[in-house]
């Protein structure tokens, strides 16, 4: 993968072309990696953390970097990812056993998934406001609890690869200038720290790397759409990532992607742009997630808190009258909903010989059931509550709501 062998595909000293992009990632590894006795790639599915992990592999294949004495891929399964990352993830997994790559599928615990947690416990959609419980809960803490499980099983140190780049987010590039010179960092090495944020106890054994720092987003289509698909470089299927976000260069913030009908997105883009995509119009039915979400935030499905205390005062301060979790009306409609759409995409999905959609098993639809049937409220809650569409005048202060006079 030199210059000499591979032309730039864009001209103009503006932009960083795919050779000097690939240069500057092997000159980050080659500085950090050596020192590390192995390393663990944390791979969302997305557009740069698979071209990170594809990358990586392509280079250690080459004789381009030095391979550690063990690389760990964690493949973070949301289990609401959209159907054409989901098959693509799948396909390079069986890529990388092939390789004899050892890739771990990191999952956040039945009773804390997406949907389980939701419906089985009750806990309202999140939103960006004031309750952003979901990244943390399904990919965050999964991710944290197998790489320090991981870290048990090896001695030395350990590098932490992830596809962190500038440009992906205004928040996450401020981070990144005020964190510039950490932990001895020089510029064009990536952005190198010495602990992995989140991780307990492992100090001093494990750093974390982004050698994709200074890709821009037209070098992680390049790759992913020309170059890693290619018998020279891997032959990747990481075709299909890149038309899951449109490959539109000119701008970035469109590209992105998150679960299926997320609640903290304002439009459905990536949705929309697969729906567009010929061989991927059976997945139509998906787009009433998101209303599905917002509905179950209003008041008529929620309990809410009757701003009395337990002695039957009027409490006083901050959210006393607080709206709280799904009834259980509410619960089991939006499982009836959730599962008969994805039942009409599988149906659709089979008709056609295409992939169909995974974001809700049998497994957790009855696990829903059980919580639903045990009467589980989160904490703080006991279901006695009013819903948040009661008027406060007809509620009593014991908590009891008045009946309606006919």
Known sequence: MTSRAQPSLFDGSKRLVYDEAVELTI?????YGPAHDHWCIAWSGGKDSSALLTLVVHLIDAGRISAPRSLT????DTRQELPPLQASAKAIMAQLAARGIRCEVVMAPMDKRFLV???GRGVPPPNNNTFRWCTRQIKVDPMAAAVEARLDELDGKILMLTGVRQGESAVRDQRIVMSCGKDGAECGQGWFQEVLPNAKGVRGRIATLA???HWRVCNVWDWLRIYAPMTAYGGWATAAIADAYGGDEAAEIAARTGCIGCPLASQELALETILRSPGWEHLAPLRGLKPLYRELREPRHRLKK???GEAGELATGKNKQRMGPLTFEARRMALARIEAIQAMCNDAADR???PGVDILSIEEATRIRVLISAGTWPNGWDGDEPTADTPLDSVFRDGSV????L
């Open 27 to 31: 000159a980050s590894l080659t500085a």
């Open 73 to 76: 891929v964690f493949y973070a």
């Open 117 to 119: 947690y939701m419906l």
């Open 211 to 213: 050698p994709l720092l």
């Open 306 to 308: 009757t701003g009395f």
């Open 352 to 354: 056609r010989g295409r």
């Open 402 to 405: 008045q009946p309606l006079m």
